[in-house]
Structures are given as C-alpha cells and as structure tokens.
Nanobody
Framework: QVQLVESGGGLVQAGGSLRVSCAAS????????MAWFRQAPGKEREFVAA????????YYADSVKGRFTISRDNAKNTVYLQMNSLKPEDTAVYYC????????????????WGQGTQVTVSS
C-alpha cells in the first residue's frame, strides 16, 4: 500500500506558474511509476504526465507538453508537477497516482490515488 497526499494547488492568473506536490508514504516510493491526472467539472479524468521510478523517463499529454514538467525526488518520497504558462483550460482538480506498472496514460492502470488538489486559472 502507498498513501498519496497532494498539496500546492490554488488560484493563479493565466500565464502564471504553479507547482503542485505529492507526498507518498507506505511502501517503497521508488518502486512506483508516478503520474498526474486532472479532472475538470463535467469532464472525465484525463492523463497529464508520468515519470518512471528512476525519474529518467517522462511522458506528457500533448495539451501540456512544453509547459508542464513532472519530476520526482525519491529521497523525499515526493513527485512534483511544475506548471508554467497556465491557461484557463488547465483549471481542474489535479490528482497524483501511483502504479507498479511501467508508464501508462489510462487511469485504470493506477491503483493508488490521492485526494486531489484544486488548480484554478483565471483569465
């Protein structure tokens, strides 16, 4: 089992930056592929970014590529999502997720989820 707790969400103006964090506890954090998903009101949860256990491989949704950066610090059991050039359409609840599988973009591949943190981008 691994427990995930997100933090760092908030309100930011379009064009601004925000970093959200996800602290993990429980089983060895370094074993897991970590990802960020988001869900806007009335929409399905969508993949944002993922990072392999070593941090050496990352993958991004086309909608955030070049603007968002996912990283992890295994010594701190924490994964980060740095979000730059934010747009109003980035507004959503952002969820941290973990899986023992390789990087995947579908939510059903991830067995562990945080409670989410709200990110709101004003125009």
């Amino acid at each position: 089992q691994v427990q995930l707790v997100e933090s760092g969400g908030g309100l930011v103006q379009a064009g601004g930056s925000l970093r959200v964090s996800c602290a993990a506890s429980g089983r060895t954090f370094g074993w897991y592929t970590m990802a960020w998903f988001r869900q806007a009101p009335g929409k399905e949860r969508e993949f944002v970014a993922a990072v392999a256990w070593s941090g050496g491989s990352t993958y991004y949704a086309d909608s955030v590529k070049g603007r968002f950066t996912i990283s992890r610090d295994n010594a701190k059991n924490t994964v980060y999502l740095q979000m730059n050039s934010l747009k109003p359409e980035d507004t959503a609840v952002y969820y941290c997720a973990a899986t023992e599988l390789p990087i995947a973009t579908t939510a059903n591949k991830y067995g562990y989820w945080g409670q989410g943190t709200q990110v709101t981008v004003s125009s």
